[in-house]
């Protein structure tokens, strides 16, 4: 089903929610969720091993200068998909209910934890996902053979697919699907998939900025 391709782009991906499903099991066990904290830090630690480890493998990041236009797009895309991100939270726009995330022992927040929180989804989170749902499963839906699929070139049903399942990987759906959205027609106009990775990233380090501001553990 995978090729040799294919691997290197799917592995770090189902490491990170194995992960998850392993932090569920054991709150559901019974393991408080405070205890399993520096879950993440070990979720992320090993996504990047994983990145690392296949780094010659990553043909598409290979690095191509943005000109400031695009560059301007895709920082103003990040910060437009947060603002939509933490509004689109009505009760119908959400599914389950996160148990969330917070830094704060006996009320101080613990900065180590939130930096390790910050970093990981600004810088290693983006580069994973962007990998996985745009470079190749996009790509991969329209070919096996997915390198040679241009992203401009993505006909509805792969791009439609896509950002469906990557809304639905998220609490909040429907704000998973804009985000989606947002980051595959970046991705597919510049054919760079460090246009998608920067909003992305720009995304979700603003975002965590936002939860320590306001306290909206939940958004983590």
């Known amino acids: 089903m995978f090729d040799r391709d294919a691997l290197p782009r799917v592995l770090p991906f189902l490491v990170y929610i194995a992960f998850i499903f392993i932090a ?29 480890a296949f780094r010659r493998r990553y043909t598409e990041l290979t690095w191509t200068r943005m000109g400031a236009r695009a560059l301007a797009t895709a920082l103003a895309t990040g910060v437009v998909v947060l603002l939509l991100w933490i509004n689109l939270n009505a009760g119908w726009m959400t599914v389950g209910t996160p148990t969330g995330f917070d830094p704060r022992t006996d009320g101080v927040v613990d900065w180590l934890m939130v930096i390790v929180r910050i970093g990981g989804a600004a810088l290693v989170v983006p580069v994973m996902e962007e990998l996985f749902w745009r470079s190749f499963l996009m ?22 697919v896509t ?47 936002w939860i320590i501001s306001t306290g909206h553990w939940t958004y983590w």
């Not at 401009?152 to 439609?160: E, G, M, N």
């Open 24 to 52: 569920d099991m054991l709150v559901h066990a019974g393991v408080e969720a405070r205890a399993l904290r520096w879950l993440y830090a070990v979720k992320i630690g090993a996504v990047l091993a994983m990145l690392l």
């Open 139 to 160: 790509r991969w839906i329209e070919s096996p053979k997915f390198l040679e699929i241009r992203p401009a070139h993505v006909k509805t049903k792969a791009l439609v």
């Open 163 to 209: 950002v469906i399942l990557f809304g639905f990987e998220h609490n909040l759906w429907l704000a998973g699907i804009v985000a989606g959205a947002a980051y595959t027609f970046l991705y597919m106009r510049s054919q760079n998939l460090w246009s998608p990775i920067l909003a992305h990233g720009v995304t979700n380090g603003l975002l965590g900025v």
